[in-house]
């Protein structure tokens, strides 16, 4: 591990000031950044530590809800108004990594994880997210948990949150603010596709804090989590599928999907939401939906399988959603 400093500030605005000294990082719960650290995948010069700022509360605003990015993902899953209102979201995070994790990681730690893709944490492996220019190892290598969606040349590593993902199909906000300001960023475009920049995971300027994550009200509907990984106790997704399904008797009014494990962010099947629209509940219904959702796939060899396990994941949801008694 290389060398660096540290400090806690004592608030916010002396936080978003100790950002801007060479090379700092903030450090929120540690459970990514410090692994990467070790293996010197990121080498920050400075650590912001984060952890005692008062940005853990959950809140409602005006029917929203407003979660603070220091809020853990345990606090944030077991909280009532999510339970209750965003059981996806409560599912979600209680699928992602382990109970002892969970209580250290926070939300706005989650969105910025990073990739799981093997090469990246093997430091003597060409990664252009790690070292640009350097190639990809996954490319032609052992490709078997990489995208489907979305990839590109330069990097065909997937997004690893499960969070993410469910907060894609809610349409949440995140507010982030740096020393010029504040501004708020949809989730659709917080994440990006590699394309020739994959060391670039989001759209976050230098020096910004994620400060909250706002979710608008619910979506009238059912919710539903399913997520299929190679272990049970704890592991990241192959595939994964948040859907919401608004019905009106036996017609679906509305629908929402996102998928994760499939591309380097989370994945919103909008072809296959409005193919839903007007449809009646059916396994074809489904199953159809489940094709648009895959349409353009792409394996690179290994991961050949995941095209049919995402078209079958985004089937079996819908179905299960179908048959969920109403929230
Ligand atoms: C064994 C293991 C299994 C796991 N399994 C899963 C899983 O199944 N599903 C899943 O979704 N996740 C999984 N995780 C990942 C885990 O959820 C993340 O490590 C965690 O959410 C990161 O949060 P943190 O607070 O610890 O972030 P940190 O490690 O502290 O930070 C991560 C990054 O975010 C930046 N950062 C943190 N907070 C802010 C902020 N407010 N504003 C700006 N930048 C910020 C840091 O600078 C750093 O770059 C697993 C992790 C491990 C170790
Ligand atoms: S897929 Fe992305 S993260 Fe993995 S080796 Fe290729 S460039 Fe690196």
Same mark, same amino acid.
């Given at each position: 591990m290389r060398a660096f400093s540290y400090e806690r500030p004592a608030d916010l605005p002396a936080a978003l000031v100790a950002i =801007?000294?060479? =090379?700092a990082k903030f450090l929120a719960g540690g459970t990514n950044l410090l692994d990467l650290m070790k293996i010197e995948a990121e080498t920050p010069q400075h650590l912001v530590d984060i952890?005692?700022?008062?940005?853990?509360e959950i809140v409602e605003e005006n029917g929203s809800l407003r979660i603070g990015a220091m809020a853990t993902n345990s606090d944030l899953a077991a909280h009532a108004r999510v339970r209750e209102r965003y059981p996806l979201l409560s599912r979600a995070l209680l699928n992602g990594a382990s109970g002892q994790l969970r209580n250290q990681a926070t939300t706005g730690g989650n969105l910025l994880q990073r990739t799981r893709c093997y090469y990246f944490y093997d430091p003597s492996a060409p990664c252009n997210k790690r070292?640009?220019? !350097?190639?990809? !190892? @996954?490319?032609?290598?052992? *490709?078997?948990?990489?995208?489907?969606? =979305? @990839?590109?040349d330069a990097c065909i590593a997937v997004h690893p949150s499960d969070m993410a993902v469910a907060l894609a199909a809610l349409d949440a906000e995140i507010e982030v603010r740096s020393a010029s300001g504040a501004r708020r960023i949809a989730i659709a475009d917080f994440h990006r596709l590699p394309?020739? %920049?994959?060391?670039?995971? %989001?759209?976050l300027e230098p020096g910004?804090?994620?400060t909250a994550v706002i979710l608008p009200p619910p979506p009238g509907g059912r919710q539903i989590y399913r997520k299929v990984r190679d272990r049970a106790s704890y592991d990241f997704a192959l595939v994964s599928v948040a859907a919401v399904l608004d019905l009106d008797g036996e017609r679906i009014r509305a629908a929402r999907i996102a998928l994760g494990g499939v591309a380097h962010r989370p994945w919103r099947a909008l072809d296959a939401e409005r193919q839903l629209v007007g449809a009646t509940l059916s396994d074809d219904a489904f199953a159809a939906a489940g094709e648009a959702a895959v349409k353009g796939a792409q394996g690179r060899?290994? *991961?050949?399988?995941k095209i049919q396990l995402a078209a079958r994941s985004v089937a079996r949801a819908l179905a299960d959603a179908a048959k969920q008694r109403m929230i």
């Open positions: =801007g000294k060479p =090379g952890a005692r700022l008062p940005l853990g070292a640009p220019g !350097s190639g990809c !190892s @996954a490319l032609h290598g052992y *490709n078997r948990i990489h995208a489907i969606l =979305g @990839a590109s394309d020739a %920049t994959p060391q670039k995971d %989001t759209n910004e804090l994620i060899g290994h *991961n050949d399988f």
